[in-house]
Structure formats: C-alpha cells, structure tokens
C-alpha cells in the first residue's frame, strides 16, 4: 500500500511540475491540464463519462459535472476536438499537445466565456 501511495504521490508532482512550466490561459484550471493529459496519454477519443472512469482508474478523480463544463472550453479554443461518428467522443488536438509541452502560449488563446 505504501509503494502504492510513492506512485500517485510521485506522478501528481511531475504533473503539478510539468504544469507549471506550461503557459495557460487565464481561464484555464488544473483540471484542464489533467483532461488534456489524460486524452494525450491515451491517443484515443473518450466521452465524458470515459474520461471520468478512466482518470479514477488511474488514481487522479475528477468529477463528471467538471469535465462536462471543461471540455466544451477546451473544444471552443481548439485544445481538443470532437470525433466524427455516432456520439460525442474528444480527443487532443496538435496545439494541446504543443501546450501540454510548454510549446504553446495558452495566454494567447480567447476566453470561451467572453463575448467577444
């Protein structure tokens, strides 16, 4: 149990580390950040309820109801993008990973809340 505990304890902090050399948006949350680093770690398309499942299964809970208003932003900035076919199903775009990298300036990107 306690190896267990040396594992999460030790990707949350390469998490937390990677993240602060990233350049996000204002608007932009840490859950953010773990969403887009779910779908990259992945390669694959996931719904909502797939990324809540899966994030829990990897140790890192993030609530339903968060990545159901998360995702539509990260859609309207082009961090991730919706699969064709039956269903809504997100992935990683170029420019997330590039972010996820710290090879993008999130600042840059538009606030999905504003009017503008």
Do not use: C
Not at 27 to 54: C, K, P, Q
Not at 64 to 73: A, D, G, H, M, Q
């Amino acid at each position: 149990m306690l190896r267990l505990m040396d594992i999460i304890s030790g990707i949350r902090n390469r998490i937390t580390t990677e993240s602060m050399s990233r350049l996000r948006a204002e608007w932009m949350t840490f859950s953010d950040d773990r969403i887009l680093a779910f779908l990259e770690s992945t390669g694959a398309g996931h719904n909502y309820r797939g990324i809540e499942v899966n994030t829990l299964d990897r140790g890192d809970k993030i609530s339903y109801s968060t990545i159901k208003r998360r995702v539509p932003k990260l859609l309207d900035v082009g961090l991730v993008r919706e699969l064709e076919g039956e269903g809504n199903y997100y992935a990683i775009t170029e420019q997330g990973e590039k972010y996820l990298a710290g090879d993008f300036d999130a600042r840059e990107l538009p606030d999905p809340d504003s009017s503008e």
